[in-house]
């Protein structure tokens, strides 16, 4: 007769053993659900639309990232595209304002390239309508390359063996047939690649790691979300989070020299916007914002809402770098930001405490993606 007893001690140790064996299992599963989250740079983001005329390869982003960096396309051969957007620092430059040729000073701060493929409009004032369309700007801006036309990008690229060989690997076109098209198409290609999300924010809120933030960071997050306002502007959606609405506002920065004027502005526009422009000096026409490209009265001081990723890398701050920190930058907004006829009306005092204040600020530090 066989033992019971010996019966109910196999069915422990297979117990045992089964569940052994499916924690082991769970733990190997958790961890590589958990390695594929870290590796992957486009938590937190959305599909990314590639324009049907410009599609991505590699072949294309090499030759891109070639002319981004050629300081050839100057007119005193010392500036590139890199020159205002390095890559340790989000490919912004650190600078107030965007250094050209000759040490010439622009009007602008330098936008981060990080993600742009993801903006319907480029430039502060939102004035290119794609990257290809942005590409082609700084080349004969007088200040940044100061290049007279593009025809000296085209002499530099057919007289060089490596742009020739990559322009037929690229394009299938040999030196008679490259244009700017292909140029630009190319250089936006490469901005296009500079994609970066899986900041512990995104581990955070998308990926469900719920140590991903401090307490202090959390906190900041809720407040961004609530009393400070922020994400109105700056926003987070339910699966992905750009931290730009695309949208313009007036929020009282660089504004002091068109305040001045603006009675008489305001008046002379009712007669000749033509007039009214010219009658401005170089400060006061760049404190027209959008203005300068819609010629509507209400984007008068209007500007991009730029994103908040990896904001912890671009200082300075606002369209104008006025503000060298984030702490500076949460101030202005603390207070309402500074008066003036078009302030947008989601500009208000916020009555933050100190600690608060450190929350919010500690937040946009975890924006930062591992992979800048």
């Not at 924690?23 to 390695?35: E, I, N």
């Not at 742009?163 to 030196?175: A, C, E, Q």
């Not at 984030?326 to 009555?351: C, M, Q, S, T």
């Amino acid at each position: 007769m066989r033992d019971p007893s010996r019966h109910l001690t196999y069915g422990r140790l297979a117990c045992r053993r089964y569940f052994f064996i499916m924690k082991r299992l769970t733990a190997l599963l958790l961890f590589a659900w958990a390695t594929t989250l870290s590796a992957n740079p486009l938590l937190g983001l959305p599909a990314l639309e590639i324009p049907a005329n410009n599609p991505q390869t590699p072949e294309k982003i090499a030759l891109g990232k070639k002319l981004f960096n050629d300081v050839r396309f100057s007119s005193t051969g010392t500036i590139s595209c890199a020159s205002c957007h390095h890559s340790n620092n989000a490919f912004t430059d650190g600078q107030a304002k965007a250094i050209g040729i000759e040490g010439l000073v622009g009007k602008r701060n330098s936008p981060t390239l990080v993600n742009a493929a993801y903006l319907s409009s480029l430039f502060h004032d939102g004035r290119a309508a794609s990257l290809e369309e942005q590409a082609l700007e700084p080349l004969t801006n007088p200040v940044e390359h100061g290049l007279s036309d593009h025809a000296e990008i085209l002499n530099v690229i057919r007289s060089d063996i490596d742009y020739l060989n990559g322009f037929l690997t690229t394009y299938g076109i040999t030196v008679g047939k490259i244009n700017i098209d292909h140029v630009t198409k190319a250089i936006s290609s490469f901005e296009r690649s500079l994609i970066a999300g899986n900041s512990r924010f995104d581990q955070y809120l998308f990926g469900s790691k719920r140590n991903a933030l401090s307490v202090s960071e959390a906190r900041g997050l809720r407040i961004f979300r609530r009393k400070a306002n922020c994400a109105n502007c700056h926003e987070i959606s339910w699966d992905n989070a750009l931290f730009t609405d695309n949208r313009f506002y007036n929020i009282g920065v660089s504004f002091d020299s068109l305040r001045a004027v603006l009675p008489e502005f305001l008046a002379q526009l009712e007669k000749s916007r033509t007039d009214a422009v010219a009658s401005l000096n170089e400060q006061q026409k760049s404190e027209l914002g959008r203005f300068a490209v819609t010629q509507q009265l209400k984007d008068i001081g209007v500007y991009k809402t730029p994103t908040l990723r990896n904001i912890a890398l671009t200082a300075p701050y606002m369209h104008d770098g006025s503000f060298k920190t984030l702490r500076e930058v949460v101030d202005y907004y603390d207070k309402g930001g500074k008066k003036n006829k078009f302030l947008n009306p989601a500009i208000f005092p916020l009555h933050l405490t100190e600690q608060e204040k450190d929350d919010l600020v500690a937040f946009m530090e975890s924006l930062t993606s591992p992979e800048l």
